[in-house]
């Protein structure tokens, strides 16, 4: 019975579908507006195959080269379209210099593609995306200290409970935004993820509180730096406004030539800081090891301000700008290279841990030593100063 039934299929006429038979036919008005659109296009070759995705491979060494009559897309590489620049040269003498200008200032216009190239990798990515929570060090021991000596030089003796605190909490903070990394592999920050969770006003209560760290953060950020610059030269003092307008204005251009152009200009400095710092904790720590870690008597400060909970909570927070910027890497997630969100909890690791040890020793540094907060010298210049001692004279 088998046989006979497969006989009978075989004796069957067979048809072919075809796409007309499938779909229902185009529309003169169709066909006249897809002639239109095809005008627009010289074809110089046979066409294979179209990426738009600028990762794909080319389709072979007969692919088509596209482009537009009016040069808004060049040809690459076979099969391949990019984005000519957008900026063209004007036909006047002050706009070509004007082009000049903004090409040395912000670098070459940057074309479609070139978003490829200007991923991250991580010994990059760390000094680029971190150089705003690790500078945060230089100034957030200080501020909690400030604080404290308003209770007279007996209330320092809180700093290291504290610390111990805001330790913990850098911690916390840290592996929070590491499950936010892999949960929002695209990026993501505390205003994208308060709508998602809590609701939409949550997400803008964050986005508020973002919009006014980012421009505090750059105010007390270069502030902090120019302070440290004229405690090292006091000469500089009286340039203290110039200097720190041209430091935002060196940071706007950096910034605005490209996150890789961003990377190749600020991954020294920071490196340099870096080692700075964990040189001065190293020979500090040597040192107070050396005569047993003694504390160092603090000088005689009166207090003015009697110690209470809401003085103890002042400087806590005022310690807490410590942190300030810590969510940079999960923002800044599509900016790494592939696996993206792999290399941004890796590089999120590395930036708390230079976190806390940079924190966490600089406090014990500066109790140890007995400093105390005074006018006209930062505490990193003063510990500096102890821990590598010169000549002041000079």
């Known amino acids: 019975m088998g046989e006979e039934r497969d006989d009978a299929d075989r004796d069957k006429p067979t048809t072919s579908l075809s796409p007309s038979a499938e779909f229902p036919p185009l529309s003169a008005q169709d066909v006249e507006a897809l002639r239109r659109f095809g005008e627009q296009w010289q074809v110089e070759a046979p066409v294979r195959a179209l990426p738009v995705d600028p990762e794909l491979p080319p389709s072979g060494p007969s692919a088509a080269h596209i482009r537009r009559p009016n040069e808004r897309f060049r040809p690459d590489q076979p099969g391949e379209l990019t984005a000519t620049p957008a900026a063209e040269w004007p036909d006047t003498r002050l706009g070509r210099l004007t082009v000049r200008v903004r090409r040395v200032l912000l670098g070459p216009p940057l074309t479609t593609k070139a978003v490829l190239r200007e991923r991250l990798r991580k010994l990059v990515a760390l000094p680029v995306l971190s150089s705003d929570l690790l500078s945060s060090v230089a100034y957030g021991p200080e501020a909690l200290l400030t604080v404290l000596v308003l209770a007279g030089s007996a209330a320092l003796g809180l700093s290291l409970p504290m610390a111990a605190v805001l330790v913990v909490l850098m911690l916390a903070v840290g592996a929070s ?16 993820v308060a709508s998602d969770s809590i609701g939409p006003r949550a997400g803008v209560t964050a986005a508020v509180g973002l919009i006014l760290d980012y421009v505090l953060t750059v105010a007390v950020s270069v502030s902090a730096g120019i302070a440290a610059i004229t405690s090292a030269m006091p000469a500089l003092a009286p340039l203290t406004v110039p200097l720190s307008l041209l430091i935002v204005a060196v940071l706007l251009t950096g910034n605005l030539r490209g996150i890789r152009a961003a990377g190749n200009i600020f991954a020294a400095p920071t ?12 020979v500090g720590l040597a040192q ?3 005569r047993g870690f003694t504390v160092v008597q603090p000088p005689h400060v009166p207090p003015t301000e009697a110690l209470g909970v809401l003085l103890v909570a002042r400087a806590f927070a005022s310690g807490a700008t410590s942190m300030t910027g810590i969510e940079a890497v999960s923002n800044a997630v599509p900016a790494l290279r592939p696996t993206e969100w792999r290399n941004a909890r890796t590089v999120l690791t590395w930036m708390v841990s230079f976190l806390v040890l940079l924190f966490a020793g600089l406090i014990l540094l ?5 400093l105390v907060p005074r006018p006209g010298e930062t505490m990193l210049s003063q510990l500096a100063h102890h821990t590598f001692p010169t000549d002041r004279g000079m």
């Open 288 to 290: 107070a090891g050396a």
């Open 366 to 370: 500066i109790y140890l030593n007995g």
């Open 271 to 282: 490196y340099l800081f870096l080692g700075a710092i964990g040189a001065t904790i190293v």
């Open 177 to 192: 935004y590491r499950q936010t990394v892999r949960a929002y592999p695209h990026g993501a920050g505390s205003y994208l």
